[in-house]
């Protein structure tokens, strides 16, 4: 093999160390054990128009009415969860605490 390949190959091998070089299985084991408890700090890093339709999409699994969230703040914390309120285009305001593990509480702001 001519010495350009060989170098060309060894410049390559740590690359390939670094990524695909594991089992799916492996991968999602990681990723899963990264995102586990990050829910909190990866909701709050996110810009109000990514909140918004994350917490659009958790009123929504709570079966609530809302066919898009206009606009979020957060709240005081909910049985010491962080807290948002989701204002709807209908006018609808819900209160969405957030679990660690991402699970959404969903109250009716304004109770009736």
């Given at each position: 093999m001519p010495r350009r390949v060989l170098l060309a190959l060894a410049a390559l091998l740590p690359l390939a160390?670094?990524?695909?070089?594991?089992?799916a299985a492996a991968n999602d084991a990681a990723t899963a054990e990264d995102t586990q408890?990050?829910?909190i700090a990866?909701?709050?890093?996110l810009n109000e128009g990514e909140r918004n339709?994350?917490?659009?999409?958790?009123?929504?699994?709570?079966?609530?009415?809302?066919q898009g969230v206009v606009r979020s703040a957060a709240s005081?914390?909910?049985?010491?969860k962080p807290a948002w309120i989701?204002?709807?285009?209908n006018g609808g305001e819900w209160l969405v605490?957030?679990?660690a593990d991402g699970t959404a509480l969903v109250t009716?702001?304004?109770?009736s």
């Open positions: 160390a670094c990524g695909g070089g594991g089992s408890g990050n829910a990866r909701i709050q890093m339709a994350t917490l659009f999409r958790a009123i929504r699994d709570a079966n609530r009415d809302c005081d914390p909910v049985q010491g989701a204002t709807c285009d605490a957030i679990g009716n702001r304004r109770p």
